[in-house]
Structures are given as C-alpha cells and as structure tokens.
C-alpha cells in the first residue's frame, strides 16, 4: 500500500504501481512451475496440460514485461519532475531497452502462435527451459522456471527482478512510499 505524501511528483506513484506490479508478475512467473505436467506429449492429457502451462508462462511474463515498459514511460517523467532520479532513471531505462524492444516481438509471437497452434518448444528453447541441442520434450524434461530463465529470450529472470526491486527501493527511501509504520500495521491486522 501506497502512502500519499506532500511533494511527491505522481509519476513516483505510477512508476512504484507498475514496478510493484512486475515484481508479482516475476514471483507468478515463478510459482508456475508447479503447472509443469511431465509426461509424453503422445498422451493427449499430459499435451494438454503441457499446453496449459505454456500459456501460464506466457501470460506472466507478457504481463511482467508489459509492466516494466509501462514503467519505462513514467520513469522518464519522473527523471524531468526529480532530476536527482535522472542518472538513475537513465539506468533503468538503458537495462530494460532489451525488454522494451522485445515487447512488440513478444504481441507479435502470441499472435502467431494463436494462429499457427503453437511453437512449445520453440518457446522453451528460447527462454532456456530446455537444451538447445534437445530434439524436443520428451519424458524425462523437467521444467523448471528459475532466475536463469530468459524473460522475452533476452533478460535473465533474476537480473530483471533484481533490476525492479532495486529501482523500487531507491523510490522507497527517497519518497518512503512503504513507511514502516504502515507495515506494522499491516502485520498487525494479518
């Protein structure tokens, strides 16, 4: 939870929203390993289901990257409104243009895949998921979503969060978007 404070340029809001909001869409990303059906794709079930995961995938990290691009566009008019944030929205901007680049790709290639019924295992190849020098999944592929899996098959899972969380707590100490006080409360209530 947010809390307004006097002086605070809104695009700080907006900027801490999407970033939050990223954050989630990793840790999801994440938890959807537990998705993963392993199995044979001849059994019509378990292809299915593999099918299902894929989407899950797909869905989280469309939505992380979208977030992060939503966040890009805010984190420039932050860098006009504070100029102390300049160098840092600058650093920010420069290490997300992969994914900011990527995102039309990304719209693109669901697209294509709607239409065309899929491309699994091309998907999992290029987000490391599985050997490049795999003929396919068979069996025994287990898949397992960690920091080293490639967000649009360019960033590291892990360096794109970590990229997050530290812009965000930058936002945090300079504005105290998250006051201690509130998060006793918070804990309090649960």
């Not at 999407?18 to 079930?45: F, I, K, R, V």
């Not at 979208?66 to 300049?86: C, G, T, Y």
């Not at 999944?137 to 960033?155: H, M, Q, R, Y």
Request: glycine letters at 6%; proline letters at 4%; hydrophobic letters at 45%.
């Amino acid at each position: 939870m947010l809390n307004a404070q006097k002086n605070v340029p809104p695009s700080v809001y907006l900027v801490a929203d999407h970033l939050d909001s990223a954050l989630a869409a990793g840790e999801d990303l994440l938890a959807a390993n537990s998705h993963w059906t392993p199995g044979g794709a001849t059994d019509c079930a378990v292809a299915g289901a593999q099918r299902w995961a894929i989407s899950r995938f797909r869905t989280h990290e469309l939505n992380l990257v979208s977030r992060i691009v939503q966040a890009r566009e805010h984190v420039e008019v932050l860098s006009r409104d504070a100029r102390r944030f300049r160098p840092l929205a600058q650093l920010f901007n420069s290490a997300s243009a992969d994914l900011a680049d990527a995102f039309e790709e990304l719209h693109l290639q669901i697209s294509g895949d709607f239409d065309t019924g899929g491309g699994h295992v091309a998907y999992l190849r290029s987000r490391g998921l599985i050997d490049s020098e795999a003929p396919g999944l068979c069996e025994t592929n287990a898949i397992k979503i960690n920091d080293t899996f490639l967000v649009a098959g360019k960033v590291p899972l892990g360096i794109c969060m970590d990229l997050v969380s530290e812009f965000l707590d930058a936002l945090d100490v300079a504005y105290d978007l998250y006051p201690a006080d509130d998060i006793g409360d918070l804990k309090d209530a649960a």
